[in-house]
């Protein structure tokens, strides 16, 4: 079993990043459960505006990220929240990844079934919710099966501050859920291996 985790952070490598940090809690529960973890940080690849699949510019580096969401059999969506909205980053690729809605295998089941989907959101301030249910439904759209409580997230609170998830020692609910979400995502990817979501019958 393999998951992708896809970091939606503003920050270049190697700056420290939330996000990563948080991710990475959820990777090491993914890999106690035997998955096998990837690490993307969006922002230190070239992705062009666009809804397809195909290279935009000979730049574009999205049809290689693109081969390794279609690899994975988890992804995870991260990403911080500026003023309760997900990063340009997360909704760039989001837009790309608008072109699977009409792509099938072979076998002509959509590219997406079977996929399992999770989310991991950090910030200063509330906005998680909004951000998990906007990411939930494209990928929805898409095809991605989503679990309950296939989430966590870490904020402040309201109002400007210093402290971020990094440097916090409040994680416990944080981490707890992360433990639940990561259970969760692998037991629903197990179903759906042992009984996968046929071609739908208009397709």
Known sequence: MRALLLNATLKRSPEPSSTEALAGFVA???EQRGVVCEHVRLVDHVIEPGVVSEPVTARDEWPALRERVLEADIVVFATPTW???LSSVMKRTLERMDAMLSETTVAGVPVAYNKVAGFVV????DGAHACIANMAQALIDIGFTIPGQSWTYWNKGPGPGEEVYLT???REWTHTTGDAMAHNLVAVTRALQLHP???PPNA
Do not use: C, V
């Open 28 to 30: 090491g529960a993914l």
């Open 83 to 85: 003023l309760g909205q």
């Open 122 to 125: 950090t910030g200063n301030e």
């Open 168 to 170: 916090t020692d409040d």
């Open 197 to 199: 979501i046929p071609k």
